[in-house]
C-alpha cells in the first residue's frame, strides 16, 4: 500500500530534550516536506527537500533540523524543544512524475513540550 | 511569497451546496489545490486546477480564475461526513516545488 509513514503518532517531553520525529514514504517520491498545523494558523511549512542531500528552509525553520540521506526518509530534528514547538506535525512527499503532483500526507505527529 | 486568503468557518444544511472561496496573491502561479481534513487526520487530495475553467469530480468541483487570484470549491449534495476543513494551497513559480497553504475553512454541515 503506498502510504507515508511517521514515527511516533503522538509525544509528550521536556524542553531541552533532543527528539527526532520519522518520515518515510513508499512511494519512491522525490519531495518531501514538514510542515506544523496550529489553531488559526493553518498548514506552515518547515523545510522541504527537493531530493537525497537537498534541503532547504520554509516558513517556520527555526529550531528544527533535516536530513535526506535516503529518498524514501526524511526526519525532523528538534535539538532543544520548545513549549512553543507542541504542535500537529505532518510530514508529506510528492512527485513531478505524476500528472497532478498532489502530496500525500502523514497521519501526523502530536507533539507536547513541558 | 504568496498570500492566500479564505474564510474561517462556514456552515450549511445537509443536501445543500456550498462554494468556500480562496483568493491569492503570488509572485508566479504553477497551480492551485483543493484538500480535505477531518478533525485529527491528515489532509487528502480533492482537486487542482492549473488553467482557468472548472474542474468537475463527482459531487465536488473546483474553478480558477488566475487574472483574478481566485478559486472556488463547490460541494453539492451536501453530506454530514463533507463536515471537515477545507484547504486552499498555492503552487507559485521557482523557489519551492511545494505549495504554501492558507489557513483552511472549517465547514459544518447540520441536518
Redesign the interface.
Known amino acids: 500500500e503506498a502510504q507515508v509513514t511517521q514515527n511516533p503518532r503522538y509525544l509528550i517531553t521536556v524542553t531541552g530534550k533532543k527528539l527526532t520525529v520519522t518520515c518515510s514514504q513508499n512511494m519512491n517520491h522525490e519531495?518531501m516536506?514538514w510542515?506544523r498545523q496550529d489553531p488559526?494558523?493553518?498548514?506552515?511549512?518547515i523545510y522541504?527537500s527537493?531530493n537525497v542531500e537537498v534541503t532547504?528552509k520554509?516558513?517556520v525553520p527555526e529550531g528544527y533540523k533535516v536530513s535526506r540521506k535516503e529518498k524514501r526518509n526524511f526526519p525532523l530534528i528538534l535539538e532543544s524543544p520548545s513549549p512553543n514547538q507542541t504542535s500537529l506535525y505532518?510530514c508529506?512527499s510528492?512527485s513531478?512524475d505524476r500528472e497532478?503532483?498532489?502530496?500525500?500526507?502523514?497521519?501526523?505527529t502530536r507533539l507536547t513540550v513541558l | 511569497g504568496q498570500n492566500i486568503d479564505q474564510p474561517t468557518e462556514m456552515t450549511a444544511t445537509e443536501g445543500a451546496i456550498v462554494q468556500i472561496n480562496c483568493t491569492y496573491q503570488t509572485s508566479g502561479f504553477n497551480?492551485l489545490?483543493w484538500y480535505q481534513q477531518h478533525a485529527?487526520?491528515?489532509?487528502?487530495?480533492l482537486s487542482?486546477n492549473v488553467l482557468d475553467g472548472l474542474e468537475e469530480k463527482g459531487r465536488f468541483s473546483s474553478f480558477l480564475s488566475r487574472s483574478k487570484g481566485y478559486s472556488y470549491l463547490l460541494l453539492k449534495e451536501l453530506q454530514m461526513k463533507d463536515s471537515a476543513s477545507y484547504?486552499c494551497?498555492v503552487r507559485g513559480l521557482g523557489g519551492?516545488?511545494?505549495?504554501?497553504?492558507?489557513?483552511?475553512t472549517s465547514l459544518i454541515v447540520h441536518p
Open positions: 519531495y516536506s510542515y488559526g494558523l493553518g498548514l506552515r511549512q522541504y527537493m532547504d520554509g516558513d505532518f508529506a510528492s513531478p497532478v503532483e498532489e502530496q500525500f500526507f502523514g497521519p501526523g | 497551480g489545490f485529527g487526520e491528515a489532509p487528502t487530495f487542482y484547504l494551497a519551492s516545488y511545494i505549495p504554501t497553504f492558507g489557513r483552511g
